[in-house]
């Protein structure tokens, strides 16, 4: 069994897809829900659906030998980031290659980058009048939103 990590700040509709989608699958399990924000509706979504979930601080998203614990302890072999709204830190990116996965709510290289997520991304989309719009799913490396 592969167990996955989701990493989100917010509501979780995303987390709740995800988590639903690998329900029943053979090989996949979501094992994992952290987040840094202690009020982030995700909480519940984890709960509601019996996966484990982690509130970490910026400090302790930093601090390797306490990711490393966490991640350890789930035999975590890849992390979903659906709305996760700090860096990831460099020591995951390279523990992790090619196994990190971000939903960005646009298509990049446009309305990504620092404080461009959510509803925010949504309007400076829709103030723009594009034609276009998408999401994008890409893997993480040490450059935001690359």
Known sequence: MKNIAIFA???????QAIIEYFKN??????????????????INVAHSNQVISAIVSKKALGCED???KLLNTLNIEMI??????????DFLIRKFPKRI????????????GKGMYGMKVHEAVLTSKETESGITIHYTNERYDE
Not at 25 to 42: F, R, Y
Not at 101 to 112: D, K, Q, R, S, V
Request: hydrophobic fraction near 40%; charge should be negative.
């Open 9 to 15: 700040s917010g509501k979780g509709s995303n987390t």
């Open 25 to 42: 699958h053979s090989s996949v399990k979501v094992a994992l829900v952290v987040t840094d924000n202690p009020e982030a509706g995700v």
């Open 66 to 68: 306490e990711m490393n």
């Open 80 to 89: 979903v980031l659906a709305g996760f709204l700090q860096l990831v830190p």
């Open 101 to 112: 996965i971000n939903i960005h709510p646009a298509l990049l290289p446009g309305y990504g």
